[in-house]
């Protein structure tokens, strides 16, 4: 059996910088390896109008889907506008953030190569207080 998500009840985990308090998001993972998925992982989120995610890179592909919302995508050779439907794969390893730039909650969904990963940001992130977020079903 399938597993179906109701990624719009997703209890949303407010996600915050340490020292930039532009940095500000909320996500979920909707699913990961064990969680609805063997070989892949998937996560939907929302930055408020002026917020971002924060540098980052994520030790996979990532392919992203913007659902509602306008901004640009960060990345160390420019910057990108996206905005509702707009779709974009990001190599592993590529340093990007993402910020909101509209008046509007910007709404997307990350689709990862991995049932398991890591992201790796330049700050603090709170919680958990670390550089370091991921799956659920990973360790560390």
Known sequence: MVPIVAADTLARIHVHGATDPSVNWLGAFATCGGHGAS????????????????????????TQYI?????????????????????????????????????ETLHAVAFFAAAMFTQTFDQVMLPPDTHVLGTPNRDG
């Open 39 to 62: 070989q892949s992982s998937t996560i939907v989120y929302e930055i408020p109008s002026g917020g971002r995610l924060g540098w980052h890179t994520d030790a996979t592909e990532e």
């Open 67 to 103: 659902l509602a919302g306008t901004g640009e995508l960060l990345m160390e050779d420019g910057s990108r506008t996206i905005g509702a439907g707009s779709v974009f794969a990001l190599p592993p390893n590529v340093r990007h953030d993402i910020v909101n730039t509209g008046s």
